[in-house]
């Protein structure tokens, strides 16, 4: 059988995705589950946390949906013909594009019988992300107010729309007309009570957040990447905020949960969150599956992902699924952030 994989290039060369043949151990692991593979969701790879694995070829795709064919001897919570979704472990050696993988059954949760696979292998990633923002790191409540920056994207849609399930007021920011038309159609039902326009040249950011919190500040802001520097700022980041309108929109006791690994905070910066009591914290979404510290809440999180999925609490934007002879273009235009997300059908 076939799979997708990444041949790492120097730190210059982009990396090269390639269709490879692979195979299967003949006996299953104690607690391995053998799934046959019906969709798969490709995000981009973080090529500096997965080249300290000393492999020539990075399996891609890892949000997978399938249907169990094969158990090992001590699996207690699947059984064949199961459905089931799951996202690959890092040091998983199956690329999610394989007709069939083994993985652990620690990494897989049921699947609703009417959630589609593609569409739950295309957010399973982003509402993962959303809950770990949200609830692990922010521990949001009812009564609080949420900014959520590019609020159109896959992530931020899902951010929007488990904050409004649970009470909370929503403030988000467009980066386009189409983006901040597709979010003023949201509301009222589970759409933000604000969207605010930051593309074409505004830096209303804070007063526009002071006047809808009543000079308080918000109590949670996630972010979808931060310019670090004014001047010389590439074109893709001229959209994001900048790190001192961020500090400056956190309320008392706020929580900055950020996606920007390489976050430089001034003195300033620090003394100005020192005065309010807020925190900064990094989204890595891999640390669930690096560590099974938490494995059971991993799981609990996963399961409540895809029964608000099925119940319709959350709902993704639809992608089109492509098959599996395009995977290697898609996943070029993925990495190349041309495309944030994209499903293939297997």
Known sequence: ??????????????????????????????????????????????????????????????????????????????????????????????SGLCDVIDIDEHYLVQKPEKLSSVCVAAALRDGLCAYTALHTHARMAAGQTVLVLDGASC??????????????????????????????????????????????GSSDLLPLVLEETGGLGVDIVIDSGVRLQEDKEPEETKLLPHKHDIISVLG?????????????????????????????????????????AQQGRYLHILKDIVEKMSAGVLRPQPEEAVPLYEATVAMETVQRHQKKKAVVQL
């Open 1 to 94: 059988m076939k799979g997708l994989y990444c041949r790492a290039a120097g730190s210059d060369a982009e990396p090269k995705f390639v269709i490879q043949e692979t195979s299967l151990p003949e006996v299953l692991g104690s607690h391995q589950v053998r799934v046959q593979v019906k969709a798969c969701g490709l995000s981009p790879l973080d090529l500096k946390v997965l080249k300290s694995h000393t492999r020539d070829l990075i399996p891609v795709g890892r949000e997978v949906a399938g249907v169990v064919q094969q158990v090992g001897p001590k699996v207690s919570f699947f059984h064949p013909e199961d459905e089931v979704v799951g996202i690959l472990p890092l040091d998983s050696p199956c």
């Open 155 to 200: 992530f931020g849609l899902m951010c929007i729309q488990l904050a409004s399930y649970h009470g909370v007021k929503v403030l988000t920011t467009s980066h386009s007309p189409q983006k901040h038309t597709f979010l003023e159609q949201l509301r009222p039902s589970v759409g933000p009570s604000r969207v605010i326009q930051v593309y074409n």
């Open 252 to 292: 008392v006791g706020g929580h900055w949960v950020t996606s920007q690994q390489e976050l430089q905070l001034d003195p300033p910066d620090c003394r100005l969150l020192h005065l309010k009591s807020a925190s900064v914290s990094f989204l890595n979404p891999e640390v669930w599956t690096a560590s099974s």
